[in-house]
């Protein structure tokens, strides 16, 4: 099975930028969905963005306009452009994949910590 490792992370202030990485061990191409999800200290698992394997995209409102997610099959690797960062945006960020038509993903890896200070 394809792994998935997150990077990219680090500290940022408020309105700053950063580009997080998902590095597949395998083709990513055959990767139905692949999504980003964070965690926050003390809150659930979210799911911040998705994309498929034919490149349609979806985002939680509080990250719309803000986020890009993006994938480059030649590299294996799947992005997700963060821009305007809020200190609200601070977490764990994972990245993990699912098949259409289903909703269970893989296992997770150990995430990328973003923090945005104020």
């Known amino acids: 099975q394809v792994q998935l490792v997150e990077s990219g992370g680090g500290l940022v202030q408020a309105g700053g930028s950063l580009r997080l990485s998902c590095a597949a061990s395998g083709s990513i191409s055959s990767i139905n969905v692949v999504g980003w999800y964070r965690q926050a200290p003390g809150k659930q698992r979210e799911l911040v963005a998705t994309i498929t394997s034919g490149g349609t995209t979806n985002y939680v409102d509080s990250v719309k306009g803000r986020f890009t997610i993006s994938r480059d099959n030649a590299k294996n690797t799947v992005y997700l452009q963060m821009d305007s960062l809020k200190p609200e945006d601070t977490a764990v960020y994972y990245c993990?994949?699912?098949?259409?038509?289903?909703?269970?993903?893989?296992?997770w890896g150990q995430g990328t910590q973003v923090t945005v200070s104020s």
């Open positions: 993990n994949r699912r098949r259409f038509g289903s909703m269970v993903w893989g296992s």
